[in-house]
């Protein structure tokens, strides 16, 4: 079996993703059970064009389901650093050949409490940010391989 990686998430985006697996387990699931039982008693079900759609809806919501469970046994509640320091759960403003721009840096699982893009910290530009501090300049290698020089403006720690 392949190891399970801990996700860092926020509060919020734990509550989210929480909320939305009640409502796949719950409400939608029980949606999705009616529409492939009002099909069914249509009849013929190799030519039921409804049908076949429901319950291919069907495995969509088990497999996210599915993808919830794990995220959120896996989930681990991050403690975001002080104003100043770039690390996980991090709201950072930098500027990147002249523009300004704000992200999150931290699981791509944050965007379900954000309105913010996400930085992963896997990523080259997120690894050179980790532990950053304010007024700094990182550079790291693009996969095009030229050096790109990022300043971070600020860092917050994410709400």
Known sequence: MAE????????AAYDKLKEELDHRQGEYRDEITERIAAARAEGDLSENGGYQAAREEQGKN???INELIVKLRNAKILKAPKAGTVGNGSLVTLTMAGNEMVYVLGSRDLTVA???DVISPESPIGAALMGAKKGQTV???APNGK???VTVKDAQPLK
């Open 4 to 11: 399970e990686k801990t996700i860092l998430l926020t509060q």
């Open 62 to 64: 088990e497999g996210r």
């Open 114 to 116: 954000t309105e913010y």
């Open 139 to 141: 550079t790291y290698e």
């Open 147 to 149: 050096d790109i020089s």
